[in-house]
C-alpha cells in the first residue's frame, strides 16, 4: 500500500465548475499535508498546506482535512482551463522530516 | 521569491560515466533535497540535507551520493551512471519551521 495515494485520472471538469481532488494517507503519524501543482513540463509548485482538521480557504482554492479518516482534498471553485495541471498531495511526518508525495490526478478542464 | 536553480534542464550521458547534477538555492534554506520523477512512480526522494555536510538518505539512494559543502549548494552524484538511472531530477528547498517545498527547474537525465 502507498502511503499516500491519489487517483490518477484523468479527471475532467467543465470550466466554471467545481473540481475535487481527493488524497489518502496510510500514516497517522501525518501531521501536515500539502498540495502542488505541476504543469506537463514543469516543476511542481505548492499552491496550499493545511494542518489542522477543517476547512483552509485561499482564493479560489480550498483544502480540507479530515485526520480521522485520513483523507486531504483539494477543492477549486469557477475551474479555468490555466488549472489543468497534475495536482500533487504530500504528507509529512515530522518525526522523520520527509514529504511523501502522491503519484498525483491529472485534470484536465474543458471550455 | 525562493529561487532554486539547477545546473541543466537537459542532459545526455553515456552508462558507466560520472555525472554532477547542482542545485542552489538562494533563500538561505537549511533543508535541501534531492528526488527523481517518473511516470507512474511520482516523486521519490533520493537524499535530503539538514545543514552544511550534513546528508540523510531518502527512499532510493542506491547508485547515488551527495555533498553539501556550503549552505546554498546540493550536489547529487551518479558514480557509474545507468540507463535505470534516466529520469527527471527536482531539487527542492525548505526552511526547517514550515516544510514548504519550493522546488528548481528540473534536470531531465538521459543515460544511454
Known amino acids: 500500500q502507498k502511503e499516500v495515494e491519489q487517483n490518477s485520472g484523468p479527471l475532467s471538469v467543465p470550466e466554471g465548475a467545481i473540481a475535487s481532488l481527493n488524497c489518502t494517507y496510510s500514516?497517522?503519524?501525518?501531521?501536515?499535508f500539502f498540495w502542488y501543482r505541476q504543469y506537463s513540463g514543469k516543476s511542481p509548485e505548492l499552491i496550499m498546506f493545511?494542518?489542522?482538521?477543517g476547512d483552509k480557504e485561499d482564493g479560489r482554492f480550498t483544502a480540507q482535512l479530515n485526520k480521522a479518516s485520513q483523507y486531504v482534498s483539494l477543492l477549486i471553485r469557477d475551474s479555468q482551463p490555466s488549472d489543468s495541471a497534475t495536482y500533487l498531495c504530500?504528507?509529512?511526518?515530522?518525526?522523520?522530516?520527509?514529504?511523501?508525495f502522491g503519484t498525483g490526478t491529472r485534470l484536465t478542464i474543458i471550455p | 521569491d525562493v529561487k532554486v536553480t539547477q545546473s541543466s534542464r537537459y542532459l545526455v550521458k553515456r552508462t558507466g560515466e560520472k555525472v554532477f547534477l547542482e542545485c542552489v538555492q538562494d533563500?538561505?534554506?537549511?533543508?535541501m533535497f534531492w528526488y527523481r520523477q517518473d511516470p507512474g512512480l511520482g516523486l521519490r526522494l533520493i537524499y535530503f540535507?539538514?545543514?552544511?555536510?550534513?546528508?540523510e538518505k531518502g527512499d532510493i539512494p542506491e547508485g547515488y551520493s551527495v555533498s553539501r559543502e556550503k549552505k546554498e549548494r546540493f550536489s547529487l552524484i551518479l558514480e557509474s551512471a545507468s540507463t535505470n538511472q534516466t529520469s527527471m531530477y527536482l531539487c527542492?528547498?525548505?526552511?526547517?519551521?514550515?516544510?514548504?517545498?519550493?522546488f528548481g527547474p528540473g534536470t531531465r537525465l538521459t543515460v544511454l
Open positions: 527542492a528547498s525548505s526552511l526547517v519551521e514550515n516544510n514548504e517545498q519550493f
Open positions: 500514516d497517522r503519524g501525518s501531521q501536515s
Open positions: 493545511i494542518y489542522s482538521n
Open positions: 504530500a504528507a509529512i511526518n515530522f518525526g522523520n522530516e520527509k514529504l511523501t
Open positions: 533563500m538561505d534554506h537549511e533543508n
Open positions: 540535507s539538514y545543514d552544511v555536510k550534513m546528508k
